[in-house]
């Protein structure tokens, strides 16, 4: 199998984060590219991850795809022929570009990180656990680790440069971009979170928790970023689901599973460089992301054409 780190188009790279790398087009469009680069506890692996980066490309593409007709969203094309042919300059790039670009458009992004709850886990659960809340503000008293919350909590976060995001009140948001706007993050991000349970529940998918990000555009909100994959979401496979534990998910845990043991073991104090990743540990992990797809959407991830 075949990984892609990075990525050198005939393009100006306008950033390069811990997964995409960006090129700029022109004054309306850009280049999103998902490489297989992963990171876990805010550390990037030397070990890119096979396919990651097509499945978190075409599974955004196939989520926009049944929510364009009621969310307004930024991806142009995530075909590399029609990408090809949109931008001549990348006619000789398409086996770098197969399933794991996308060509959008150009968005002002809102800095705020829209997290819709729907289980008590991960950063909320360790702030629950110490002290009662979320962002400060106190949630019912008795929550087991993983308990289902009813309704769903809007538990927005500001965007960071570097480390982990920072959970804050929608009030908070209010302050940060303005009460209208502030209700209609809330508003789409539901919409959104509750569809993705619809089609994931028969499926046997629990969608646990989720993050979305939003753009200005001729002064309108329109979604962007990664929609409802394995990276900006938790999925559970709802027969194993049992609250008062964490649960195994389809995503990374393969890796988070590998570097916890060489914590606990002290071959790793959890910062850069990371140790190096088994053949095995990077094998399970592109598996899982594989099966994330196929669960998903219904089909394999046609991988035969993938550089």
Known sequence: MTAIATTTLPLPLA???????????????????????????????????????????????????????QVPHHMITADADEIAREVPALDGSRDALRLRAMLCRRVRIVPIECVIRGYITGSAWKEYKEHGTLA????????????????????????????????????????????????????????IYDFGCRVAEPRGIILADTKFEFGSRDGQLVLADEVLTPDSSRFWPADQYEPGRSQPSFDKQPLRDYLDGERRAGRWNGDAPPPPLPPDVVNATSERYLDAFRRLTGSALDITPLA
């Open 136 to 191: 400060g503000e106190t949630l019912p008293a008795g929550l087991k680790e993983s308990e289902r919350l009813t309704p769903p909590l809007f538990s927005p976060a500001t965007k960071a440069e570097h480390g982990h995001d920072e959970n804050i009140t929608p009030g908070a948001v209010s302050e940060l971009v303005g009460p209208a706007v502030a209700a209609d993050l809330e508003r789409r991000s539901r919409f």
């Open 15 to 69: 950033w390069r984060g811990k997964v995409r790398d960006v090129y700029s087009i022109d004054d309306e469009r850009v280049l999103l590219v998902t490489t297989d680069r992963i990171s876990a506890f805010d550390v990037v692996m030397r070990e890119a991850v096979p396919y990651k980066g097509a499945v978190l490309t075409q599974l955004t593409a196939w989520w926009l795809t049944q929510l364009e007709s």
